[in-house]
């Protein structure tokens, strides 16, 4: 065996769907309240350790929408995970179902696994003098004419964006801005966290929260990216019944506009696998 990640560890490809389209063969309308879209069934012959990656993407408009992701355990069927039985507290949600900045009843987005946010910012309404903006509990209040150094962010598109580049640059240093635009309309910035390696700070996400976000014009608030992650062993499966041999996933969710995807990672015995690899 070498020493490459890929002969170690196994990863597949389970679940990538659009919403409000069909999952495939085995498989029922996405956004179908119950009935969702499922994966095949995978083995936990040989394996030691088991994570399930989960990623949403941004939807139309600026609501946040929520997406839920079970665990299936049971025997192989051809179905896939729709004849498997749900595997009890291994589940995580994704988004929000609030259109307030994310802070309707659970105040945060990072706590619904948002990696990625847009700042947008339209120039056919002027931002409100008194709104605030939070990210990562460092809060910054919207003013007539802007200063960095107290935390304040001009109402002006333009100048806002100005204001907000400059602004994360000093107050939140562990957060970078990419494709920054400062035209005359739609001014816009996609906010995320640095990577700082396995030694670096690690969170649930980025915390978000508004006192306003606003549907056309204004400062809209736009999810991007939600990550999350369940972890569990065939030990686990094997406590909820002994006879149990592969796993599968559930995901259930409203949205009809933005793709969903879940890769499941084993590590354990030696494995092929059906991913193409590159290897240098």
């Not at 069934?41 to 088991?50: E, F, Q, R």
């Not at 608030?221 to 002994?242: H, M």
């Amino acid at each position: 065996m070498s020493a490459y990640l890929g002969e170690r560890v196994r990863a597949d490809l389970a679940i990538l769907a659009m919403g409000g389209a069909t999952g495939g063969a085995g498989q029922t309308t996405f956004n179908a309240s119950t009935a969702g879209v499922y994966s095949k069934c995978y083995s936990l012959a040989g394996v030691d350790k088991v994570m399930v990656l989960c990623g949403q993407g941004n939807a139309t408009g600026v609501a946040l929408v929520p997406s839920e992701w079970k665990i299936m355990v049971g025997k192989y069927d051809a179905g896939g995970a729709s004849a498997l039985a749900s595997l009890a507290s291994a589940s995580i949600k994704l988004g929000s179902s609030s259109t307030a900045g994310g802070g309707g009843s659970t105040g945060a987005w990072g706590n619904d696994g948002l990696v990625e946010v847009m700042v947008h910012c339209d120039a056919t309404g002027a931002a409100d003098a008194g709104d605030t903006l939070a990210f990562d509990g460092t809060t910054f209040t919207i003013a007539a004419a802007g200063t960095v150094a107290d935390k304040t962010l001009s109402t002006g598109n333009i100048a806002f964006m100005n204001d907000f580049k400059a602004a994360i640059a000093t107050w939140c240093t562990h957060l970078e801005l990419a494709g920054v635009v400062t035209a005359t309309t739609d001014t816009r910035a996609v906010l995320r966290s640095k990577d700082y390696g396995f030694a670096g700070p690690q969170t649930t996400g980025i915390s978000v929260v508004a006192s306003t976000n606003a549907t056309t014009g204004e400062i809209e608030l736009i999810g991007q990216k939600y990550q999350g992650v369940i972890e569990f062993t065939p030990a686990d499966v094997l406590a909820t019944n002994s006879s149990y041999t592969h796993f599968g996933i559930k995901l259930n969710s409203s949205v009809t506009t933005t793709m969903m995807t879940a890769w499941v990672i084993r590590t354990g015995a030696y494995n092929s696998t059906q991913t193409k690899v590159t290897r240098l």
